[in-house]
């Protein structure tokens, strides 16, 4: 007999249990869990001693697998279920006499319980996990610290309710008791003080002393003792530290990261150094209670944005109500922006876009005191920009400072909101250290520079112009932001304008299709085909005063590579330095007029040079063209040429450049020789003049033209080709008008 066939009416009535463990319906596991606990516990019914128990229970889980998994889980059932901590323990001693797997089955079912079901959990089943967590830690089990991780989780942050302060009492009771095991694993020391500095903004209310010194003293004794650990949180501590500042000791380990350095660490590189570390997704993450991340990536993902506001209702009565919940807020905007960066299909759909859900949340009016408030708008703002102050180019993230744009572009009539972020902006800058202010307002100025030249928004002037009515501000903006201030009109008093759609250059009426292509991707950067589309396309939610209409009218300008590893950076292509770089290739490629005022020797200079850019395959392929005398070898080799670059990746600016150079070096005689006889515009003179190698580009261009990838491969060598060797126009305009 196993747990499969134990029946619900044997000991325990099933509403009993039902209440005593868990919440709401019962799904199958929760079914499986509740036969395996009723098996164990007929076993052990009419047992007095334990070695009769231990053999009892050993002799049932040695008849198999699925009978020892339902020993082990039964006799955890029991641990979970048991009120006094001494009949905790002797349950508990039972299973590790009887366990035959390394506690592998009991680490499984503890982790699922805590992952997926902790939120439907009774109060005695959830403390009685921190039990557990602290048994596994002591055996030092391989997964005592993805329980223990998963356990900080589960306290949530901007929640006082009973539960959530005895499940925080209880953790730093068993961490404490733990300290030494801690000591020696980095990742429970880094998720611990990190969830404890954010947990301590709840515990500010006197109410709370006892607990919050508790907290304090524990932090801060782990901070000063294993401080190299706790500096790989990197920047979001410092932006926690700073909402401790009431707290004498946060203060003072803050005064000591920014003046006395060498204190916390003689390997500690100071407080520009910690603020330039970039913090792991998986602390952020840690502060979202899973429940709360997986209606979050729902409405992100999924949900239209002409129908947000429903579940943005439902998000505030389920999580955001209470004044408490306040300074869960900041969590959630520092998760949108550095956690989900939404992909290729997602930013070119309807769904609802990241800036459309922060900026709902800034407008909610906050529920706690005037002075909660002040300090949970500046910690949701400081939440949204933090990223700004240290930003770099070669290191920094555009996704994680795109919605702070946007998020202003689309306010900028909503109750003020852009000028009071532009205003956070300023005075942030000089919030931090008087020797540290230069390099953050570069941080900033830099932010403001790749966005727009990115295209995130087509200019900075509606933005600035919000400053205007406040002299303060406008003195403030044009000290911090330095030219991209000077851009806008906000001097001239001339009325706000509405969102600028993005012009498109002009079109001669003859041009050809190429050159009509050419022009676009002047106006759009070149988007490879891993990169993603832009946010100009997502169009504001209710509290969006911009123009849908004008949105919808603007053209996608950049596109941005969605990022799930904290070292992956974003790969968008400026239009500016593509025709820079492509006029300087334009004048390093051999011409036809080149050749003939005897510039052969440079041209097969140039040539050279670009063919050692290119891999092993691509130098034979254009190799064995240069020695092809028959045409319609010329043909097939070129096509070959053509088909490897098709199947070729990480294509760059270089490596296209250089694929062009070479494309027009072999077909140079071609470009040179080749005019159009009005007079014999037959279709088999038409026929004849296409089966040259050069027009081999052009039909592969119709041919992909369904298939994403290598038409836009193609497009992007035909567009350098052209910067190289505008006579290819002529001849495409004139094969298509004939």
């Known amino acids: 007999m196993n747990a499969s066939t134990i029946g619900m009416t044997t000991t325990m009535p099933p509403d009993l249990w039902r209440t005593a463990i868990l919440y709401d319906h019962k799904d199958g596991n929760e079914e499986k869990l509740e036969k395996q606990y009723l098996f164990v516990h007929n076993l052990l019914e009419k047992i007095s001693s334990d070695r009769e128990a231990t053999e009892n229970l050993t002799q049932h889980a040695a008849k198999g697998n699925v009978d020892h998994d339902d020993v082990i889980?039964?006799?955890?059932?029991?641990?979970?279920?048991?009120?006094?901590?001494?009949?905790?323990?002797?349950?508990?001693?039972?299973?590790?006499?009887?366990?035959?797997?390394?506690?592998?089955?009991?680490?499984?079912?503890?982790?699922?319980?805590?992952?997926?079901?902790?939120?439907?959990?009774?109060?005695?089943?959830?403390?009685?996990?921190?039990?557990?967590?602290?048994?596994?830690?002591?055996?030092?089990?391989?997964?005592d610290v993805d329980i223990i991780c998963s356990l900080l989780r589960q306290i949530v942050g901007g929640d006082q309710s009973e539960r959530n302060i005895m499940l925080c009492e209880h953790m730093l009771e068993m961490l404490n008791q733990n300290y030494a095991w801690m000591s020696q694993r980095p990742i429970i020391i880094q998720s611990t003080v990190y969830t404890y500095l954010r947990i301590l903004q709840d515990h500010l209310a006197a109410e709370y002393v006892n607990l919050r010194n508790k907290e304090v003293n524990f932090v801060a004794k782990l901070m000063r003792d294993r401080w190299d650990d706790c500096a790989q949180i990197g920047k979001e501590m410092v932006r926690l530290l700073h909402a401790l500042l009431p707290i004498r000791e946060m203060k003072s380990i803050l005064d000591d990261?920014?003046?006395?350095?060498?204190?916390?660490?003689?390997?500690?590189?100071?407080?520009?150094?910690?603020?330039?570390?970039?913090?792991?997704?998986?602390?952020?993450?840690?502060?979202?209670?899973?429940?709360?991340?997986?209606?979050?990536?729902?409405?992100?993902?999924?949900?239209?944005k002409v129908k947000v506001g429903r579940y943005q209702e439902y998000l505030y009565r389920r999580h955001l109500s209470t004044a408490a919940s306040d300074t869960l807020r900041a969590d959630i905007v520092r998760f949108v922006c550095t956690c989900i960066h939404p992909t290729n299909e997602i930013l070119a759909s309807d769904i609802t876009p990241r800036y459309a859900l922060l900026g709902w949340l800034l407008i909610l009016p906050l529920s706690g005191s005037a002075h909660n408030a002040a300090t949970n708008t500046y910690q949701i703002n400081a939440a949204l920009y933090w990223d700004w102050f240290v930003y770099h180019e070669q290191t920094g993230m555009i996704m994680d400072i795109e919605p702070g744009l946007l998020v202003m572009y689309h306010n900028i009539r909503s109750k003020q909101l852009t000028?009071?972020?532009?205003?956070?902006?300023?005075?942030?800058?000089?919030?931090?250290?008087?020797?540290?202010?230069?390099?953050?307002?570069?941080?900033?100025?830099?932010?403001?520079t790749k966005l727009l030249s990115c295209r995130v928004v087509?200019?900075?002037?509606?933005?600035?112009?919000t400053t205007r009515n406040n002299p303060e501000l406008v003195i403030m903006a044009r000290a911090s932001f330095g030219k991209h201030f000077n851009c806008s009109s906000s001097d001239s008093g001339a009325p706000l304008p509405p969102p600028i759609p993005i012009p498109v250059q002009p079109v001669p009426a003859a041009a050809s299709v190429l050159e009509i292509a050419v022009v676009d991707r002047i106006a759009?950067?070149?988007?490879?085909?891993?990169?993603?589309?832009?946010?100009?396309?997502?169009?504001?939610?209710?509290?969006?005063?911009?123009?849908?209409?004008?949105?919808?009218?603007?053209?996608?300008?950049?596109?941005?590579?969605?990022?799930?590893?904290?070292?992956?950076?974003?790969?968008?292509?400026?239009?500016?330095?593509?025709?820079?770089?492509?006029?300087?290739?334009?004048?390093?490629v051999a011409t036809s007029s080149e050749d003939e005022d005897g510039g052969g020797d440079k041209a097969a200079h140039a040539y050279s040079k670009a063919l050692k850019k290119l891999d092993g395959t691509f130098q034979e392929?254009?190799?064995?063209?240069?020695?092809?005398?028959?045409?319609?070898?010329?043909?097939?080799?070129?096509q070959k040429v053509i088909s490897h670059a098709l199947l070729t990746e990480d294509w760059d600016e270089d490596k296209i450049g250089a694929f062009s150079a070479c494309l027009i070096h072999v077909n140079n005689p071609i470009l040179t020789e080749f005019t159009l006889n009005d007079s014999e515009l037959t279709t088999e003179y038409l026929e004849s003049c296409v089966g040259n190698s050069m027009f081999l580009i052009f039909r592969n261009v119709w041919d992909n033209r369904r298939d994403e990838e290598p038409f836009q491969i193609l497009l992007n060598i035909l567009s350098d080709m052209y910067s190289q060797a505008p006579k290819i126009g002529y001849l495409f305009s004139s094969i298509s008008l004939s």
């Open 419 to 448: 000028s009071k972020l532009l205003d956070f902006l300023c005075r942030q800058i000089r919030e931090f250290p008087t020797n540290f202010q230069q390099q953050f307002q570069l941080g900033v100025q830099a932010s403001f």
């Open 73 to 143: 889980n039964g006799l955890l059932c029991k641990v979970l279920m048991e009120t006094q901590r001494k009949e905790a323990a002797k349950y508990w001693y039972y299973l590790t006499m009887v366990t035959r797997d390394g506690m592998n089955a009991v680490t499984n079912t503890i982790l699922s319980l805590i992952n997926s079901k902790f939120h439907r959990l009774n109060d005695i089943p959830r403390l009685q996990c921190v039990f557990v967590a602290n048994e596994i830690a002591q055996l030092q089990h391989t997964k």
């Open 524 to 588: 759009r950067p070149k988007t490879p085909t891993t990169q993603h589309e832009p946010p100009e396309h997502e169009t504001p939610t209710i509290e969006d005063d911009s123009d849908m209409e004008t949105n919808k009218q603007n053209e996608e300008h950049a596109s941005f590579s969605d990022d799930d590893d904290d070292d992956e950076d974003e790969t968008i292509t400026n239009t500016s330095n593509q025709h820079t770089a492509g006029d300087k290739r334009k004048n390093s």
């Open 257 to 304: 990261i920014i003046n006395r350095p060498g204190v916390l660490s003689p390997s500690f590189g100071g407080f520009l150094s910690l603020m330039r570390v970039r913090t792991s997704k998986k602390f952020i993450m840690n502060r979202i209670h899973p429940d709360l991340e997986k209606k979050i990536r729902f409405l992100l993902n999924t949900v239209n």
């Open 621 to 638: 392929l254009f190799n064995s063209i240069t020695t092809s005398d028959d045409s319609q070898d010329h043909c097939d080799k070129t």
């Open 458 to 465: 087509q200019n900075l002037a509606p933005i600035m112009e």
